[in-house]
């Protein structure tokens, strides 16, 4: 299949977002993966960066930059996105708790989704924020499903162990007792695509006071049942424009 648009610049340009799409990404890696010389390759990264298209990692990989996720919901075709308010309201009433969605960007997450406790001691995380992969429940679910390779890759660095994750793949969820922050504790679930993929990470968060040392057994089936309905609603949206 020709996937040639007859417009050069833009079909290099889609195929180094295209290579972004599978992670962080080297100069090098860019190379090898387009099959672009590598100063075009390294031409094109730049410009897309220049339009927030691209971004650099902790480390100045290339990823996938934010504007991408404001275009998708500017044109309102990110569904996950454009659900997601009133689901994190209703799971913020049910658990009492500030609720987030989260996704990952290269070695960070980003908190793309927010609905906060309208009082009292809570975890405010404003939409927009670059968290840690190294730490919390929601990195642990962005974590626990990905690639062998990348899983070993960011237990390097991480609070929690590989045998954690594992006991996140088995239950389907995940929390954190001061992991990210001292005092904090938080559980998370996976949002995922109609094939199956992780792409999300639903969480409340709050102070260990309330949620406990076991937040878990408190807040766990109301964070499952949230991210099964925004997974539900993305199968949904693939079945109807199937």
Same mark, same amino acid.
């Given at each position: 299949?020709?996937?040639?648009?007859?417009?050069?610049?833009?079909?290099?340009?889609?195929?180094?977002?295209?290579?972004? #799409?599978?992670? %962080?990404?080297?100069?090098?890696?860019?190379?090898?993966?387009?099959?672009?010389?590598?100063?075009?390759?390294?031409?094109?990264?730049?410009?897309? *960066?220049?339009?927030?298209?691209?971004?650099?990692?902790?480390?100045?990989?290339?990823?996938?930059? %934010?504007?991408?996720? *404001?275009?998708?919901?500017?044109?309102?075709?990110?569904?996950?996105?454009?659900?997601?308010?009133?689901?994190?309201?209703?799971?913020?009433?049910?658990?009492?708790?500030s609720a987030q969605l989260y996704r990952r960007q290269g070695d960070v997450r980003i908190c793309v989704a927010a609905a906060e406790r309208p009082s009292g001691l809570r975890d405010t995380i404003p939409v927009g924020a670059q968290l840690?992969?190294?730490?919390?429940?929601?990195?642990?679910?962005?974590?626990?499903?990905?690639?062998?390779?990348?899983?070993?890759?960011?237990?390097?660095?991480?609070?929690?162990?590989?045998?954690?994750?594992?006991?996140?793949?088995?239950?389907?969820?995940?929390?954190?007792?001061?992991?990210?922050?001292p005092g904090v504790a938080s559980v998370s679930a996976p949002v995922r695509a109609p094939a199956g993929k992780v792409l999300a990470a639903v969480s409340?968060?709050?102070?260990? #006071?309330?949620?406990?040392?076991? %937040?878990?057994?408190?807040?766990? %089936?109301?964070?499952?049942?949230?991210?099964?309905?925004?997974? *539900?609603?993305?199968?949904?949206?693939?079945?109807?424009?199937?």
């Open positions: 299949m020709d996937n040639s648009s007859g417009v050069g610049v833009l079909d290099k340009a889609a195929l180094v977002l295209g290579a972004l #799409e599978q992670g %962080p990404t080297t100069l090098a890696g860019l190379v090898q993966s387009t099959g672009l010389a590598r100063p075009t390759a390294h031409r094109l990264a730049v410009a897309l *960066e220049h339009h927030r298209l691209v971004g650099r990692d902790l480390q100045g990989r290339f990823v996938l930059g %934010p504007r991408l996720v *404001e275009l998708a919901a500017a044109a309102g075709e990110d569904r996950l996105l454009a659900t997601a308010g009133p689901i994190l309201a209703r799971l913020r009433d049910i658990t009492g708790e840690t992969m190294n730490a919390g429940s929601a990195a642990q679910v962005l974590l626990a499903w990905d690639d062998p390779d990348r899983i070993q890759a960011g237990l390097a660095s991480a609070s929690f162990s590989a045998v954690a994750l594992n006991t996140v793949r088995r239950r389907g969820w995940a929390q954190s007792v001061g992991e990210r922050e409340v968060s709050g102070p260990i #006071e309330r949620l406990t040392r076991q %937040p878990g057994r408190l807040h766990a %089936p109301a964070v499952i049942a949230a991210a099964e309905h925004l997974s *539900e609603v993305l199968r949904r949206a693939a079945v109807s424009q199937g």
